[in-house]
């Protein structure tokens, strides 16, 4: 908590929590949501099960850092972190990513090594008209796309058939 308020009071854009073998935690406090400035927080190698919410709070986020924790999942409220540039979750208990994971437009790197994963979204394939430029995951297929509704031909009509719904 002392470090919150120095950052606050010294309007510092960069929060490093790192836990220790001696001191980990498990939540961040909601004052974290105060540092509207922060544009870089790292909160690796501690006891995160969940991404504390509050960090979506932080509308100039530039850089998370969420290696070495217990994470299963991303929150779908991540991508709102509109400028958010650089993703790093190495070392987690991850078996998916948010399915609206390309709405991080900033997005240009993304780590999820050595997580659980067992697929990523298809949503992940469109950062190519984004500037993406390194995506470091261990070789995963991408979840499987929507089956196409039948057409009268007895054939799947393609979505711009008309298939798609």
């Known amino acids: 908590k002392e470090k919150i308020e120095e ?17 980990r935690l ?23 099960t969940e991404l504390p919410l ?4 932080l509308p100039l986020l530039e850089s998370l850092s969420l290696d070495g924790n217990l994470l299963k999942f991303l929150p779908a409220e991540v991508c709102s972190l509109c ?12 078996h998916t ?14 780590d999820l ?15 190519h008209t984004f500037s993406m430029t390194m995506v470091q995951v261990q070789p995963l297929p991408l979840c499987d796309p ?8 007895g054939h799947a009509a393609s979505p711009e058939e008309g298939g798609g719904g």
Do not use: M, W, Y
Not at 83 to 94: A, G
């Open 54 to 57: 509050v960090v979506t709070d």
């Open 97 to 110: 990513i948010p399915p609206n994971v390309h709405e991080l437009i900033s997005l240009d790197h993304l």
């Open 26 to 48: 498990d939540h961040l406090p909601r004052e974290i949501g105060q540092l509207q400035l922060l544009t870089s927080l790292d909160i690796s190698g501690n006891g995160f």
């Open 83 to 94: 400028r958010l540039r650089k993703l790093t979750c190495r070392d987690n208990r991850l």
């Open 7 to 23: 950052c606050l009071q010294q309007e510092r854009q960069q929060l490093v929590l790192h836990g220790t073998i001696f001191r």
């Open 113 to 127: 090594r050595n997580n659980q994963l067992e697929k990523l979204p298809l949503t992940l394939g469109l950062f």
């Open 146 to 153: 929507p089956a196409l509704a039948p057409t009268d031909q």
